[in-house]
């Protein structure tokens, strides 16, 4: 027969004791993040919707419809445009990448601000050295999405060219002024 070695009772309980306040300690910790869900990470923004006025002769309703299909990062989505699968680079706004700040941020902002139809302006440039096609993105109701990552702090405005380029960067230096967004904060 072999004797098991038995720890004395007393330094068992304080083991056992020690756990169970490590365990409640934790819990207690993570309940606004169970109630909240992610969003308890995530720093409270505020809707600064922009609206750009359309070029001359232009109207919402002659800007090239786009069903969209799926919001790929905070400036980029797959749509169906004339029954084609075609992945769309939002052309004013650069939007943080997967693995650095802001990213998730800037991807749930634009879920939120996508619907399922888009319209779609283009301008000089058609598409990225990556051959996504690219336009302004704007809302049935006027909202350039663009403009309004931009306007809020989730994104960067491209500053290389195009058509609202010199507004796009306008709004980027208030939010920054402004402390809007997670960009900025």
Request: a neutral charge; glycine letters at 8%; aromatic letters at 8%.
């Amino acid at each position: 027969m072999t004797r098991r070695a038995r720890l004395p009772r007393r330094q068992s309980s304080g083991w056992l004791v020690i756990l169970v306040l490590l365990l409640v300690v934790t819990a207690v910790a993570g309940v606004p993040y169970f109630v909240a869900g992610e969003d308890a990470r995530r720093p409270e923004s505020q809707p600064f919707l922009v609206r750009l006025e359309l070029p001359a002769g232009t109207s919402l309703g002659s800007l090239q419809e786009a069903r969209v299909l799926e919001v790929i990062d905070g400036d980029t989505i797959d749509a169906m445009v004339d029954g084609r699968r075609v992945r769309i680079r939002y052309f004013g706004v650069d939007t943080p990448e997967r693995g650095n700040r802001c990213y998730r941020e800037a991807l749930d902002r634009n879920q939120t601000l996508i619907g399922r139809q888009v319209l779609l302006l283009t301008d000089a440039r058609q598409e990225d050295r990556f051959g996504r096609s690219l336009h302004y993105i704007f809302l049935p109701d006027g909202v350039s999405v663009d403009a309004t990552l931009v306007a809020e702090g989730f994104g960067l405005a491209w500053r290389e060219d195009g058509r609202y380029r010199d507004e796009i960067v306008s709004l980027e230096e208030q939010a920054k002024s402004e402390d809007r967004g997670c960009l900025w904060k």
